[in-house]
């Protein structure tokens, strides 16, 4: 990750355990200029005194502690009915574009539920987010959303595992440098392996695509 903040990424907190956070938590996270709860984020935020800006969402699985303590400390509390048409993490998201951020930090989000966490992925891959910069971070992977024109760095370890997954479509163009496995111009089809379990040769590596849109999951070996 960047070591600082601009003054138009906004990191969003998403539900799902200590277990799911990095750590420790980049200090990029701890002073991004919006930091933004997604419900249980709240929860998420609290455990590591990561102070909100705003929680957001139906409010149905935050603690009562940890909205108090967001209430406390000065945040906005934008509350929606539980029968709406949006997660609680796209109204995060939603609320992060309205205020101008063109790069966003999602926080956790990979624990507990697999239907939340298959829609956070097409989520974040979504065309009405191509103007983001999105960067998906949790305990042992970062996930970095590839279009063209937008290539995704991968720093690591040398033999951390790195795979690309094409969403909603065909990705063509696909060009990797650092990777064991290079890709020169390779199309990935929807729904192929092909980039599953590739591997860093070096400790900095790219991932570029002409058409489509790709999640590159770099995968971090444990100490």
């Not at 138009?8 to 907190?13: G, K, M, N, R, S």
């Not at 249980?40 to 590591?48: E, I, L, N, T």
């Not at 983001?132 to 970095?144: L, M, Q």
């Not at 990777?179 to 790219?206: H, K, Q, Y």
Request: charged share 20%.
């Amino acid at each position: 990750m960047e070591t600082t903040p601009s003054d138009t990424t906004a990191v969003v907190f998403a539900g799902g355990g200590p277990d799911d956070l990095p750590t420790p938590i980049p200090e990029v996270i701890a002073e991004c200029p919006l930091r933004i709860a997604a419900d249980a984020g709240a929860d998420a935020m609290f455990q590591v005194d990561v102070t909100p800006h705003v929680v957001i969402g139906d409010l149905d699985s935050v603690s009562p502690p940890s909205l108090a303590w967001a209430r406390d400390a000065g945040a906005a509390i934008v509350e929606y009915p539980v029968d709406k048409d949006a997660t609680d993490l796209e109204l995060a998201l939603d609320y992060a574009v309205e205020h101008s951020a063109d790069r966003i930090v999602l926080v956790g989000g990979t624990g507990g539920r697999l239907d939340h966490l298959l829609g956070n992925a097409t989520l974040l891959a979504s065309p009405r987010f191509a103007g983001i910069t999105i960067v998906w971070e949790s305990r042992d992977a970062t996930v970095r959303v590839c279009r063209p024109g937008a290539p995704a760095p991968v720093r690591g370890t040398v033999d951390d595992l790195v795979s690309l997954v094409p969403m909603g479509g065909d990705a063509t163009g696909v060009t990797t440098t650092g990777l064991r496995w290079r890709l020169d111009g390779r199309t990935l089809t929807a729904g192929t392996t092909l980039g599953i379990s590739n591997r860093l040769e070096r400790p900095d590596a790219s991932v570029s695509v002409a058409t489509g849109t790709l999640l590159v999951i770099h995968e971090r070996i444990r100490p």
